[in-house]
């Protein structure tokens, strides 16, 4: 598409976490390709605005609370009543479709067969939600197709632009904390790694949130080991950029792997019951026409490795082997140090 096409204006709906944000960064990067002079702006839920920091595609991010009175939320949408002239959700939620209703006369975004018929009238272009069979980045592009942009698959991870704590030349970065507990390896298995990482001359920086759960983790890591704690004290723009210097990243099924993905160095992560056709990370040069995972097994793209844990019902799509959000998964808990070693000892092979 070229410039001199009539300028538009953007709202992408994005009201979900850190990986989702990340993902659908694309559809701006597509947005502002083919109209560069348009105006793209993206909400997100109160807190999530630093997913998109130092994203050049973006114009503006506007911040939604979770939760709030009638009267707040009314004020809100009259600010955004028909503010742009297309609106874009990858979240298929009935609050996204209502947004887009309220932004914008074309509005496009996903349903799924539980979607009611009036939640379904407020998009103007309606596209059948794939929660197995495409990855999250095609997927949400699909967006353009009506609009006859082309897509660009570029995760486009946050940066902060400014200087980060005084580290080793060389250092390895673990997340081992994620959001949910059936997502989590062992603790146990992050110190033996850390300590044979040690062996091998490698300097390990650890990450993590400010959650008081998550930072007693990793505190309890670091003190097992010589590793640096950083869990608490950055932002996620910091985080990345953190990364970005690191020779490799080491991290569970959670948003920072996504980001660290997106930074383009070698990213490692420990897959149990998720979906990686779905929701492996996206490798920093795949090719939007390629999808680069498989639904089972351990595996390689690009700069990528996904370590699947093993048994017969991997991956289960569901939360732990006690389908709940604090179950623990028997295919993480089984998956050994050894398999993330052996892909560290090629790295280094390959430096």
Request: proline share 9%; with cysteine.
């Amino acid at each position: 598409m070229t410039s001199d096409l009539p300028k538009k204006r953007f709202l992408i709906l994005c009201t979900l976490r850190i990986g989702d944000i990340l993902l659908a960064t694309p559809l701006p990067r597509s947005l502002r390709k083919a109209y560069p002079d348009s105006r793209i702006d993206v909400l997100v839920l109160k807190g999530m605005a630093s997913v998109l920091e130092g994203n050049p595609d973006i114009d503006e991010i506007i911040e939604t609370p979770h939760r709030t009175t009638l009267g707040s939320r009314i004020k809100e949408w009259r600010a955004l009543w028909r503010r742009y002239t297309h609106a874009l959700s990858p979240v298929s939620s009935d609050r996204a479709r209502l947004y887009a209703f309220v932004a914008a006369p074309l509005r496009l975004g996903f349903i799924n067969p539980h979607t009611s018929s009036l939640s379904r009238r407020l998009l103007t272009h309606a596209l059948l939600f794939d929660d197995e069979t495409l990855h999250t980045v095609p997927h949400n592009l699909r967006l353009l197709e009506p609009l006859g942009i082309p897509p660009d698959c570029t995760v486009v991870p946050p940066t902060a632009g400014g200087s980060i704590p005084v580290l080793p030349k060389m250092y390895a970065v673990l997340h081992p904390y994620p959001k949910f507990t059936y997502k989590s390896w062992p603790l146990e298995n992050w110190v033996t790694l850390i300590q044979e990482l040690q062996k091998r001359s490698i300097p390990v920086v650890l990450t993590g949130s400010r959650d008081p759960e998550e930072m007693k983790v990793v505190q309890e890591i670091a003190q097992r080991t010589t590793a640096l704690n950083l869990a608490g004290t950055l932002s996620l723009a910091e985080t990345a950029d953190l990364i970005r210097k690191a020779q490799f990243f080491v991290g569970p099924d959670t948003g920072i792997t996504h980001m660290a993905a997106a930074t383009s160095i070698p990213t490692l992560t420990l897959f149990g019951p998720t979906n990686p056709v779905k929701w492996g990370p996206w490798p920093a040069t795949q090719d939007c026409a390629q999808q680069p995972w498989r639904r089972q097994g351990s595996q390689h793209q690009g700069n990528v490795w996904i370590i699947q844990g093993s048994g017969p019902c991997v991956p289960c799509h569901q939360e732990g082997c006690d389908r709940h959000a604090y179950s623990k998964s028997q295919c993480l808990e089984t998956l050994p140090v050894s398999a993330v070693l052996d892909i560290i000892q090629t790295l280094q092979f390959a430096s």
